[in-house]
């Protein structure tokens, strides 16, 4: 196994360790997992294309790593743990033997149906134990996941289908989610009316059972090509450098984009980070509330706690359903000890009472992590003495889709916490804070753009079919630093407080949303002329949407057309990217060269609008007093 520290003296040897010399440090981490060949060079990097690669030449096959080399100390030992959406449906759990099995059998069935290294596979299923056993199975042959979270709409989902030219798509037939019914099958069918040409083979998982259309050919019950598979699959030996998976994820521009990890640097790193944030031990129950369809599952539900052999929960439902104790009754069943989900949750729970935690017994509970947006001080504290008792410290873990793991975050109960920061980088991660004029600023109790100086095993190596997306997001923005698109502050101890997104990618319930991608939806409606999307203070979400909307007509029935426009949202994006807040508004402020002045907007949606800086410079000025005057808050 990795290292796992021990002391805040042991965290500032390893840390210093890691940056003095990198690839011994990489290299001693990499060396306790199970290599078909060892690499040969531990790095070779250069941000300015930009060229990442990590242990070279080495081969492997990651599943080996989750699940093989587990089978002998702990095959009975339980891997998955799941819990229904209804709470009165028994549990279910995998042993690392069983797991190996289903797995083995899935990826035969997925070998069966065409499926080899370097093919894409999308899944577009709820959270269910067979979402992570596919996601594995895909791994075990080679070819690459492309998970997308089942609360995107069929346009959504035909555009990240198309984006990487999948052959397979994988789903269930319905969903359950809290007191919904969610036609999956359906929606997939939608998606692929919508011209994904690439689709050779559905792959239909009977979760609640329900008619579904069929097409023959083309759809196939998950059962009949599994269950009779044989339980043993060699595993596809890959590169270090070959891809594992595509993420879709949001940026200031443009549709989302397909963020590419590979296999090796993602392997060391999620066991590494995983170990050392949650201080999991032998015997632990851990339990992650984030969806697979977001990076916090594929690191911190599957990858990481399998790699280190521990016991990962997944939960079908949601925190609210049959009430608001939902979580709170799980982890006393199951006696969970490392528990991680997001600040929305949160401060979602927080305005229940605490009733519904204290009627719960949490003494189990060691951790408590949170990830996905900035936590509020009132959150923290919350989440700190109410669940926590005082007694589980709070890692407040700061990362990124595109940074594969955990990036700045305490380690639990080695270093230190402080409200509302996530506190000190994790060893071999370099962060940096630099000024408007891409100046590194050295000294502390400063605030700056976050970057990062120096590769880490698990960053992403491009955007999928377009490298040079890649460059100019991340590494364009401040010459050989990868720009996180966050303003962060470091305090006199040199500890990070992250501020939030300082691009235009908002952050609503802890989703990730361009507010271009929003605004393009909004413009599909035939009535609507122009709009601007921006996020404004929320109390449950962080952040909510805020559309200012021009049409072409006047409108006389505002909460017709509001209804008509979240529609259009909801069906080109999906129901968490419907706007909060709609505003009509005459015009926009715009600059002489054109540009839609979303500072002046933002500050309006947030509901200052005392100082909105020199105006007289705008092609429009007169617009933003009839802003102003109709604002929403
Ligand atoms: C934000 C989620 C403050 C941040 C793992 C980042 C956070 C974006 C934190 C990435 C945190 C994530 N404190 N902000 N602990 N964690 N963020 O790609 O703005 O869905 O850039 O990855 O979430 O979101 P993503």
Same mark, same amino acid.
């Given at each position: 196994?990795?290292?796992?520290i ?10 210093e360790?890691?940056?003095?010399d990198?690839?011994?440090?990489w290299?001693?981490q990499a060396?306790?997992f199970y ?6 060079t531990?790095?070779e990097?250069e ?5 990442v690669?990590w242990?070279?030449n080495?081969?492997f096959?990651i599943?080996e790593?989750c699940?093989d080399r587990h089978?002998?100390s702990?095959?009975d030992q339980?891997a ?8 009165n449906?028994p549990a ?10 289903e797995?083995c ?5 997925l ?18 134990p067979?979402?992570a ?5 895909c791994a ?5 996941h492309?998970?997308?979270f ?9 555009d990240?289908i ?5 052959k397979m798509?994988i789903c269930?037939?319905?969903n359950n989610?809290?007191?919904k019914?969610?036609?999956?099958k ?8 919508q011209g994904c ?10 979760n609640?059972?329900?008619d579904?259309n069929?097409q ?5 019950w998950?059962h009949e090509?599994?269950?009779?598979q ?5 595993a ?7 891809m ?9 521009t443009?549709k989302p984009k397909?963020?590419v990890?590979?296999?090796g640097?993602y392997?060391?790193y999620?066991?590494?980070?995983f170990?050392?944030v ?6 632990d ?10 990076i ?6 599957v990858?990481?706690p ?7 929960m ?6 609210t359903y049959?009430d608001?104790?939902?979580f709170?009754?799980i982890c006393?069943k199951?006696?969970?000890?490392q528990f991680?989900?997001?600040?929305t ?6 305005a229940h009472g605490?009733?519904?935690?204290n009627k719960?017994?949490l003494?189990?509970i060691k951790?408590?992590g949170? *990830?996905?947006?900035? $936590? ?9 003495e @109410? &669940?926590?008792k ?5 890692v ?6 595109e940074t594969g793991?955990i ?13 509302t920061?996530?506190t000190?980088?994790?060893p ?7 000024d ?6 050295t000294?502390n109790?400063v605030?700056?753009y976050?970057c990062v100086?120096f ?8 955007t ?16 050989d630093?990868?720009?996180?698109g966050?303003?962060a ?8 407080r ?18 271009a991608? *929003?605004?393009?939806? $909004?413009n599909q409606h035939?009535g609507?002329?122009?709009?601007? @999307? &921006?996020g404004y ?7 909510g ?5 021009i ?10 057309f509001?209804?008509?426009i979240r529609d ?10 419907k706007?909060?807040?709609i505003?009509?508004?005459p015009?926009?402020?715009?600059t002489r060269?054109?540009k ?7 500050k309006?949606a947030s509901?200052?609008?005392s ?7 705008l092609?429009n ?6 802003i102003k ?5």
């Open positions: 196994m990795t290292l796992q021990k002391s805040f003296e042991e965290y500032k040897a390893a840390y360790r890691s940056v003095q990198p690839e011994g440090f290299a001693e060396s306790s290599w078909k060949e060892k690499w040969d531990t790095l990097w941000f300015k294309s930009p060229s690669k242990f070279l080495g081969k096959n599943t790593n699940l089978l002998e702990r095959g339980v998955i743990l799941w819990e229904a959406n209804d709470p449906a279910k759990s995998y042993t690392y033997k069983q797991l190996y099995i797995v059998k899935v990826a035969n069935a070998k069966a149906n065409g499926i080899g290294k370097g093919d894409r596979v999308c899944f577009y299923m709820p959270m269910v067979e979402l056993i596919a996601v594995l199975a075990r042959i080679g070819a690459v492309s998970v997308v089942a609360g995107f709409s069929a346009t959504a989902l035909a990240r198309k984006d990487a030219t999948c798509v269930s037939d319905y989610r809290g007191a019914n969610i036609p999956v359906a929606i997939v069918d939608d998606a692929l009316s040409d690439s689709i050779e083979t559905v792959l239909v998982h009977r609640t059972g329900g579904v069929w023959e050919n083309i759809d196939k998950w090509e599994v269950d009779g044989n339980p043993y699959c060699p596809e030996v890959m590169d270090s450098e070959d594992l998976f595509i993420l879709y994820t949001s940026g200031s443009g397909g963020v990890h590979t296999c640097g392997m060391i999620t066991c590494f980070s170990r050392n949650f201080q999991y031990q032998e015997g129950v851990y339990w992650c509330t984030a969806d697979i369809g977001w916090t599952g594929h690191s911190y539900i990858y990481g399998l790699l280190a052999g521990a016991t990962t997944m939960f079908e439902g949601i925190p049959p608001a104790g939902r709170w009754e006393e199951h006696k969970v000890n991680y989900t997001a600040p949750a949160i401060r979602a729970l927080m605490n009733e519904y935690v719960y017994d003494s189990s951790v408590l949170t *990830v996905g947006e900035p $936590i509020n001080a009132e959150a923290w504290h919350w989440y700190n @109410v &669940v926590g005082g007694n589980a410290p709070i407040d873990t700061w990362w990124q889709t793991g990036m700045i975050t305490s380690l639990a109960g080695v270093t230190p916490t402080k409200p920061y996530a000190l980088p994790m071999g991660i370099q962060p940096c804070l630099v408007g004029d891409g100046n590194e600023i000294e109790d605030e700056g976050l100086k590769p880490w095993p698990s960053m992403l190596r491009t999928y079919g377009d490298h040079e997306r890649c460059r100019q997001t991340y590494f364009s923005s401040f010459t630093k990868y720009f996180t966050d303003g502050r470091r305090d006199e101890n040199g500890m990070y992250i501020i939030g997104r300082v691009d235009d990618v908002i952050n609503v319930s802890g989703h990730r949303m361009g507010t991608e *929003v605004e393009n939806a $909004i035939p609507v002329v122009e709009s601007a @999307v &921006v203070p929320h109390d449950i979400k962080g952040q949407i805020y559309a200012y909307i049409t072409a007509d006047e409108v006389n029935d505002e909460d017709g509001t209804k008509e259009v949202v909801t069906r080109e994006i999906g129901p968490i990217a706007p909060d807040l505003q009509y508004v015009g926009l402020p715009k060269s054109g839609i002045m979303r500072r002046i907007l933002r309006i509901g200052d609008t100082n909105l800086g020199d105006v007289s410079t092609l000025p007169d617009v933003v007093e009839s005057e109709g604002a929403k808050v």
